[in-house]
């Protein structure tokens, strides 16, 4: 679509599994919403369509994500890191990151020795999903 | 040191080769400054010492943030994924984050086909590192 993407995914240094980190902050809050993995044509997807796409890697295929949910993320900012193994995303977050009906999927905290849940829910999860 | 790390520590699913991804972000500003890993022992270290440890895949060794530089992260929160497979730290960061120099390893926007740069060097790195 695009020969310069080309140039772009050949910069990236993807790992021996051909996938690279990729987080997703909400743009206007700065809130972290997750972390996923892309290969270079999820990476490719997501530059050509302006909304995220990612590697599964349990499922072993490229999602786009946001596929079941109705969840997108349209894509404000792509930036690299200086070692070009991982992106930072900025999004517009549709509803909330989280499968599990949070906004992000880093919703609980080490916290003297626990991990403590630090958001409420803003979806149920067995609604959206429940077709699944 | 401390049992009740150890429980926290099970509770993160390190990758086969014992390394889980952290994120580091400004505590106050929200600016996401780097992507690196952590092993077991690195986020013991981190949770113990209150100052960010990773494992350097690079290295082949633990390594202390700022440990060359000075540029320190004093460590604010931890938190973990939905997937226990991640993390994030939210810091107050020395000086910057970047071995280059800049505040953030993510200085650099994909942006009309081409790698761009967003930041401005915050230290000059041929000084900081002068004697390595």
């Known amino acids: 679509m695009n020969d310069s993407h080309d140039a772009i995914l050949d910069a990236v240094r993807f790992d021996a599994n051909g996938l690279a980190p990729a987080v997703a902050q909400d743009h206007s809050t700065g809130q972290v919403l997750m972390l ?35 969840h997108v993320q349209r894509v404000r900012r792509v930036l690299i890191d200086c070692d070009e193994d991982a992106l930072l995303l900025t999004v517009d977050q549709e509803i909330a990151a989280c499968h599990k009906g949070y906004r992000s999927c880093f919703h609980r905290e080490i916290s003297g020795g626990k991990i403590v849940l630090v958001e409420e829910r803003v979806f149920d999860p067995d609604k959206v999903y429940e077709d699944k």
């Open 36 to 70: 996923a993995y892309m290969d270079r044509e999820a990476l490719r997807l997501t530059l050509e369509t302006g909304l995220a796409h990612y590697y599964s890697r349990s499922r072993g295929r490229i999602w786009k994500k946001g596929e079941s949910s109705g």
